[in-house]
């Protein structure tokens, strides 16, 4: 990344960080653009044309780039992983991340929950990530873009997340989510899987549980 670029970069994020700032001291609603830029030391000229949809963009400015890694995650995946296998690999690395690295995103989840306009972006937003999910799933297998079971795909591997938010190891559930996704319900009842399959078939993980860098599968999970 150039220097133009990193500069680019660094004066969204924070626009970003001023806002979800801002917000959370203060509401939503009580926040207006010009306070934001003020706190990001820019002109409101310059927030627009870094978040030119406005208040609701701020708080997902990752928006652009989360769509952008669910579609390489299934073009570009490696030999031998199927696209259950690649969405499982990214979502679980994206939650660690969330949860480690940005002490906020509690406050992010309960801004988005308690602000009917952030509530409706989201929506919007979780419906295009959905459909061009759907579509580089479709075009990998060489199906049609309407085909309903990669509509389904897409769907229930971006709602993966969400179900799992609160589990007492997110890790392990959505482990569980994804081997019903990746085998089918006959291949995840309890009768069928030894106790242990919802950590060996996660992606990246030996069968002691441990993922291949070397650190203890399950200390994961949960900013979109």
């Known amino acids: 990344m150039g220097r133009r670029e990193r500069k680019k970069a660094a004066t969204r994020q924070a626009l970003a960080d001023a806002a979800l700032r801002l917000f959370s001291e203060r509401g939503y609603d009580d926040v207006g653009v010009r306070e934001i830029a003020d706190a990001a030391d820019v002109s409101v000229t310059t927030l627009f044309k870094h978040f030119p949809d406005g208040k609701e963009a701020l708080v997902f400015d990752q928006d652009a780039d989360r769509e952008a890694a ?134 990246g993980r030996s069968a002691g549980g441990e993922e291949e860098d070397g650190r203890t599968a399950g200390t994961t999970e949960q900013r979109p």
């Open 70 to 203: 669910l579609v390489a995650a299934v073009r570009e995946r490696p030999a031998g992983q199927s696209v259950p296998q690649a969405l499982h690999r990214l979502l679980l690395g994206e939650h660690s991340r969330r949860v480690h690295a940005d002490p906020r995103f509690d406050d992010f989840l309960r801004l988005i929950d308690t602000t009917p306009a952030l509530r409706e972006y989201a929506r919007r937003m979780w419906l295009r990530h959905e459909h061009t999910l759907a579509a580089a799933i479709a075009d990998d297998a060489g199906l049609p873009a309407d085909d309903p079971g990669c509509r389904a795909l897409a769907h229930f591997a971006l709602e993966a997340p969400v179900l799992v938010r609160g589990s007492r190891d997110p890790g392990i559930a959505l482990d569980r989510v994804f081997d019903l996704l990746g085998n089918g319900w006959t291949g995840t009842r309890a009768d069928a899987v030894p106790a242990t399959a919802g950590r060996t078939g996660a992606p």
